[in-house]
């Protein structure tokens, strides 16, 4: 006992002296020598809790590579003892908790890298938080003010990039902006383990460090909330404010106080000669970055670029001759993320009150209800799971006839009722502004230069039927019962049948084929005993399956694991519809699966597909690279997925290999500019245009514009440049919901168009088709490109030889967020060509 009595002591005694490391001191290197690895951040960061009693240091999750995802607390003594105090206070000032605060702390959250390759700002973190706590000036800004670090949103890309840099970096560092240490090879360090941009992750949280990010972020709901970024090398500085366009929600007050901050940033860079800009390039309208999704939520929210980027390195070259370090650059970051919590504190109760006044001023727009209507469980289980993610409340609301509001699908007002099982979403509520940024119908524009999507309405990318009012529509819990089996009567069944509407009877299917279980799908709808089952419908027989031993209980089992219902039939004699033994009900070879990456293809798309496969298909894909193609045996597949790219590295021979492999059998699927490769080619029979005449009429349009393009305005580039783009805009598609690719969908989908180009109707299998300038309904597009969609096919597929190419012109996996788009995919793996 008193062994142990004076080892305690001991160990008291060397705590007592511990004492905080600069971050020079505890890695053995100055910061800007040299990238960090995160392992070695990690282990800094608990140095700095364990040794300051004014941090706390918390794991909130990890990556897909099982690397941590942090967060450091950093307050005063006072206010760490309060910490939770002032936590649930400032729920209380939102409204999501009932009372009043005790407490007036304002509430600062700095996130930093992102983007991995923008590797910059972790550095940076850590001379952040060790002036924080040794700063006497710093000290007193945490009397007022709780700093929250994430001193790595991504450290999968980050290790990424530095282990690239770490092999490849000269010594000492070469800036000669050309050199290998300059280059990343694909796919960059930029996204995650997936290759997703996280930055565009925030309201969607498809990614798991989005999703554990976003469970800590809504537990806080903070004042002021910076993501540092870097851009070209050759840029200088960015901070608030902000450049248009705001969203018509953004307030007087959050545009005010960005350019206070930006003013206090700017004294300090003036007094260093540092160069800056603001106001240009970085807008505020997509709700899912990591400045407007904090904007839309209460926050003053902002993006800080610094010049750099993955072509910073150590050094490099700069167009006007200097050479820019990472010291440089982690120096500025760490000046404006103190600067942040300076003129926070400075201002703290003036952020408070405007805080608060935020969440009780009633949501401006002449939208306040939303209504979404939809039979399909699985759809709306999913939406009440993503507005549960976001914090967002909703209910059912009491029968009603007569309502009026504007109509989603047909985008004009129109009669409306709500029936028992409708999902309501009101704005008056906490995060009303949000609600309302994510549900309306169009987003207004100032200003067509914007930085990303321009339309993102929650009931298009469910693919719901909805209505929106400029009225207050009360609502109840919604208890909706998500699951019950279909009871049997112990007969000897001969088959069960399962019904296809959405991506969990995908993953249903994907794990009873992965089991060795032989199914068929039926192409027609199928009617027995009063239950009509449309096309699409699973049909798992007992003969096919003589194998499996307690048949029944082993596929109920299955179906319960994944929430499906199995449906027994006795007989395989329908009342309407094909017979079980039709021609109609085909059976299903499974899928053998390859994705194309490597140079000359999009990483972040092909990740989006890589990732659909893996972690909501759960289905095994095999990743071939672009530069080997010509020589690999591709017999090993029978399907082949080529996502966005130039793919300028597969040349005639790599083209003659995919043809004839398609003529054999094979199953190739294009998405997007993929399909531009195939285009009036030899190897596919699609076109641009739907007659010689088009074309004609087409090229001479082009001539004319380009004739009157010469006499523009320098000054009037970019406006004219806009004419022929669509950043992100939703148009309705006529769908032929008889063709495989489209079972489980209506005859209209709502389709997230990205690109500018079109495609002419195929000879025949245009699943999904827009057919006149009317189905533009949300989002920005250019007057050309309105112009030229009408009469172009969207989704479609061509027969070549015993294979099929399916083409995807709109990208339905674009960041996979588009959740009524996934379906499709799969039927494309699964039933087109069976």
Known sequence: MKYISSLSFLFFVLSAMAQLQSPAEFLGYELGDRFTRHSDVVDYYEHVAEVSSMVKLEEYGRTYENRPLLLAYVASDEN?????????????????????????VSIVWLSYNVHGNEANSTEASMATIYELLTSEEAKKWLENTVVIIDPCINPDGRDRYVNFYNQFGNLPFNP????????????GGRANHYMFDLNRDWAWQTQIESQERLKEYNKWMPHVHVDFHEQG???????????QPYHELVTKWQRDFQETIGKNHAKYFDKNNW??????????????YGDTYPLYNGAIGMTYEQGGGGRGGLGVLKQEGDTLTLLDRLTHHKTTGLSTVEITSQNSSKVLSEFEKFFSTPVRGKYQSFVLKTDNRDKMKHLRNWLDANGIEYGKGSAQKGLRGYHYGSGKDRSFSIGPNDLVVNTNQPRGVMTKVLFEPNTKLVDSLTYDITAWAVPYFYGMEAYATPTLIPTQL????????????????????????????????????????KVRFSTRIVKIKGN????????VSKRDNSQIKDFEQTMNSLANSKGRIGYPIYTGFMDGGPDIGSNDIRYIKPPKVALLGGDGTSSLNVGATWHFMEQELNYSINMLST?????????????????????????????????EWVKQGGKLILFQSAIRKFVDSDYASISKYNSDDEKEAAEKTDTERAEEAKLNRYEDGQRNYAKNIIPGAVFRVSMDNSHPMAFGYGDTYYSLKTSSARYGYLDSQNVGVIKSSSDHLSGFA?????????????????????????????????RNFWHDGKLMVANALFFVGQ
């Open 80 to 104: 760490m003892a309060r910490l939770e105090t002032i936590r649930k206070d400032n729920l209380r000032r939102t409204g999501i908790l009932e009372g009043a605060p005790t407490t007036d």
């Open 176 to 187: 000669d902006p050309q050199s290998m240490e300059h280059r990343e090879p694909w796919p």
């Open 233 to 243: 090398h050759n840029s200088p500085y960015y901070f608030a404010p902000a450049a």
């Open 275 to 288: 160069f800056y800009f603001t106001k240009q390039y970085f807008d505020l309208l997509y709700p899912s």
């Open 478 to 517: 919604d208890d909706t019962d998500d699951f019950m089996p279909y009871p049997t009567d112990g007969k000897e069944v001969y088959a069960l049948l399962y019904k296809w509407n959405s991506m969990k009877d995908a993953q249903f299917l994907a794990e009873v084929l992965k089991e060795g279980i």
């Open 532 to 539: 009509s089952f449309g096309r699409g419908t699973l049909v």
């Open 627 to 659: 530069d080997g193609l010509s020589r690999m045996d591709l017999t090993a597949y029978n399907v082949l997925i080529m996502q966005e790219g130039r793919y300028t590295n597969v040349k005639e021979h790599g083209m003659k290999k995919l043809s």
């Open 782 to 814: 250019g007057q050309y490109v309105r112009e030229a969609l009408p009469k172009s096919m969207v989704f479609g597929v061509e027969n070549m030889g015993s294979g099929q190419v399916v083409y995807f012109a709109d990208n339905v996996l674009f």
